[in-house]
Protein backbone atom coordinates (compact mmCIF):
# COMPACT_ATOMS: atom_id res chain seq x y z
CA UNK A 1 0.00 0.00 0.00
CA UNK A 2 1.51 3.46 -1.02
CA UNK A 3 1.15 6.02 1.65
CA UNK A 4 -0.06 9.24 -0.23
CA UNK A 5 1.43 12.37 1.70
CA UNK A 6 -0.18 14.85 3.87
CA UNK A 7 0.43 17.90 5.66
CA UNK A 8 3.98 18.71 6.26
CA UNK A 9 4.95 15.95 4.02
CA UNK A 10 2.95 17.23 0.97
CA UNK A 11 4.21 20.96 1.90
CA UNK A 12 7.62 19.62 1.64
CA UNK A 13 6.67 17.58 -1.26
CA UNK A 14 5.69 21.02 -3.14
CA UNK A 15 8.32 22.96 -2.06
CA UNK A 16 10.96 20.48 -3.58
CA UNK A 17 9.09 20.32 -6.62
CA UNK A 18 9.33 24.57 -6.63
CA UNK A 19 13.17 24.73 -6.04
CA UNK A 20 13.90 21.57 -8.54
CA UNK A 21 11.82 24.49 -11.27
CA UNK A 22 13.26 27.48 -10.46
CA UNK A 23 17.03 26.40 -9.39
CA UNK A 24 17.50 26.51 -13.58
CA UNK A 25 16.09 29.40 -14.03
CA UNK A 26 18.20 31.55 -11.26
CA UNK A 27 21.69 30.31 -12.58
CA UNK A 28 20.61 31.12 -15.95
CA UNK A 29 20.07 34.64 -14.82
CA UNK A 30 22.89 34.79 -12.46
CA UNK A 31 25.08 33.68 -15.52
CA UNK A 32 23.24 36.88 -17.82
CA UNK A 33 21.90 34.85 -20.13
CA UNK A 34 18.80 34.68 -22.33
CA UNK A 35 14.86 33.82 -21.05
CA UNK A 36 14.16 30.09 -21.67
CA UNK A 37 10.43 31.02 -23.05
CA UNK A 38 11.56 34.38 -24.67
CA UNK A 39 14.79 34.39 -25.77
CA UNK A 40 14.89 38.08 -24.63
CA UNK A 41 17.83 39.25 -22.33
CA UNK A 42 17.85 38.79 -18.80
CA UNK A 43 17.41 40.61 -16.64
CA UNK A 44 15.64 43.20 -18.60
CA UNK A 45 13.09 46.24 -18.15
CA UNK A 46 9.33 46.47 -19.12
CA UNK A 47 6.00 48.30 -17.25
CA UNK A 48 2.87 47.39 -15.92
CA UNK A 49 0.00 47.17 -18.52
CA UNK A 50 -2.79 46.53 -16.37
CA UNK A 51 -3.43 48.82 -13.26
CA UNK A 52 -3.66 46.41 -10.92
CA UNK A 53 -1.41 42.93 -10.77
CA UNK A 54 -0.96 39.51 -8.18
CA UNK A 55 2.55 39.19 -7.68
CA UNK A 56 2.87 35.43 -6.22
CA UNK A 57 5.40 32.99 -4.23
CA UNK A 58 5.86 30.91 -7.30
CA UNK A 59 4.83 30.83 -11.20
CA UNK A 60 1.35 29.08 -11.18
CA UNK A 61 -2.31 30.26 -9.97
CA UNK A 62 -2.04 27.78 -6.94
CA UNK A 63 0.98 30.11 -5.05
CA UNK A 64 0.03 32.40 -2.53
CA UNK A 65 -0.28 35.90 -3.37
CA UNK A 66 1.97 38.14 -1.04
CA UNK A 67 0.83 41.42 -2.65
CA UNK A 68 -0.64 43.36 -5.85
CA UNK A 69 1.12 45.72 -7.63
CA UNK A 70 -1.31 48.61 -7.68
CA UNK A 71 0.23 51.37 -10.51
CA UNK A 72 -0.56 50.87 -14.33
CA UNK A 73 3.28 52.02 -15.95
CA UNK A 74 5.18 51.39 -12.97
CA UNK A 75 8.51 50.22 -14.70
CA UNK A 76 9.53 46.88 -12.91
CA UNK A 77 12.49 44.13 -14.01
CA UNK A 78 12.17 40.99 -15.10
CA UNK A 79 14.56 38.43 -13.58
CA UNK A 80 13.18 35.12 -14.93
CA UNK A 81 10.55 33.56 -16.89
CA UNK A 82 8.79 29.84 -16.43
CA UNK A 83 6.27 29.12 -18.74
CA UNK A 84 3.66 32.30 -18.99
CA UNK A 85 5.22 33.30 -15.74
CA UNK A 86 7.66 36.45 -15.02
CA UNK A 87 9.41 36.64 -12.01
CA UNK A 88 10.15 40.85 -11.53
CA UNK A 89 10.96 43.01 -9.03
CA UNK A 90 10.38 46.79 -8.30
CA UNK A 91 13.02 49.38 -7.41
CA UNK A 92 12.66 48.81 -3.66
CA UNK A 93 13.42 45.45 -4.78
CA UNK A 94 10.00 43.70 -4.11
CA UNK A 95 9.25 41.05 -6.49
CA UNK A 96 7.58 38.15 -7.31
CA UNK A 97 6.20 36.24 -10.14
CA UNK A 98 3.54 38.01 -12.39
CA UNK A 99 1.95 36.44 -15.16
CA UNK A 100 3.22 37.95 -18.44
CA UNK A 101 -0.56 39.36 -20.08
CA UNK A 102 -0.07 41.67 -16.95
CA UNK A 103 3.24 43.52 -18.28
CA UNK A 104 3.80 45.52 -21.63
CA UNK A 105 6.88 45.96 -23.35
CA UNK A 106 5.92 49.80 -23.35
CA UNK A 107 9.34 51.09 -21.69
CA UNK A 108 8.90 53.63 -18.58
CA UNK A 109 10.99 55.05 -15.75
CA UNK A 110 10.58 56.21 -12.16
CA UNK A 111 12.52 59.60 -11.50
CA UNK A 112 14.74 59.04 -8.55
CA UNK A 113 15.02 62.88 -7.74
CA UNK A 114 12.79 65.63 -6.46
CA UNK A 115 12.72 68.03 -9.26
CA UNK A 116 14.12 66.63 -11.48
CA UNK A 117 15.43 69.06 -14.15
CA UNK A 118 15.20 67.65 -18.03
CA UNK A 119 16.81 69.44 -20.73
CA UNK A 120 16.11 70.18 -24.41
CA UNK A 121 19.23 68.29 -25.21
CA UNK A 122 21.44 66.30 -23.38
CA UNK A 123 23.82 68.36 -22.06
CA UNK A 124 23.13 70.01 -18.88
CA UNK A 125 23.80 73.56 -20.06
CA UNK A 126 20.85 72.96 -22.45
CA UNK A 127 17.78 75.18 -21.36
CA UNK A 128 15.59 73.61 -19.27
CA UNK A 129 12.23 72.29 -20.28
CA UNK A 130 10.46 70.84 -17.42
CA UNK A 131 11.45 69.83 -13.65
CA UNK A 132 9.72 66.48 -12.55
CA UNK A 133 8.60 65.54 -8.72
CA UNK A 134 10.05 62.20 -7.15
CA UNK A 135 8.46 59.12 -8.23
CA UNK A 136 6.65 60.15 -11.07
CA UNK A 137 6.46 57.57 -13.78
CA UNK A 138 7.94 58.76 -16.84
CA UNK A 139 7.64 56.85 -20.70
CA UNK A 140 10.89 56.22 -22.22
CA UNK A 141 12.52 57.70 -25.12
CA UNK A 142 16.01 57.59 -26.81
CA UNK A 143 18.76 57.41 -24.48
CA UNK A 144 22.74 57.85 -25.09
CA UNK A 145 25.28 57.17 -23.06
CA UNK A 146 24.66 59.22 -19.83
CA UNK A 147 21.05 60.73 -20.84
CA UNK A 148 17.56 59.11 -21.71
CA UNK A 149 14.76 61.38 -23.22
CA UNK A 150 11.66 61.12 -20.76
CA UNK A 151 8.14 62.64 -21.39
CA UNK A 152 5.31 62.69 -18.52
CA UNK A 153 2.25 64.69 -18.33
CA UNK A 154 2.57 66.41 -21.46
CA UNK A 155 6.18 67.39 -21.13
CA UNK A 156 9.52 66.09 -22.41
CA UNK A 157 13.35 66.64 -22.16
CA UNK A 158 16.31 65.15 -21.49
CA UNK A 159 17.92 63.48 -18.01
CA UNK A 160 20.44 62.44 -16.70
CA UNK A 161 20.54 58.43 -16.40
CA UNK A 162 21.12 58.12 -13.30
CA UNK A 163 18.49 59.84 -12.00
CA UNK A 164 16.28 57.12 -13.92
CA UNK A 165 15.01 53.66 -12.29
CA UNK A 166 13.85 51.37 -15.01
CA UNK A 167 16.81 51.67 -17.45
CA UNK A 168 20.21 49.75 -17.24
CA UNK A 169 23.58 52.34 -16.83
CA UNK A 170 25.41 50.84 -19.83
CA UNK A 171 21.55 50.89 -22.53
CA UNK A 172 21.40 52.60 -25.41
CA UNK A 173 18.27 53.20 -27.63
CA UNK A 174 17.58 54.50 -30.56
Not at 156 to 161: I, L, M, V
Amino acid sequence: MIKQPTGWRRIAAVLSLAIFVVAPISEAWAKGKRGPVTNLPLPRYVSMKASEGNVRRGPSLTHRIDWVFKRRGMPLEITAEYGHWRRVRDQDGAGGWVHYALLSGVRTVLIQEDMLTVHAHPNPQAPITAAFEYGVVARLGECAEAWCEITAGGYSGWAPKSKLWGVAPEEVRD
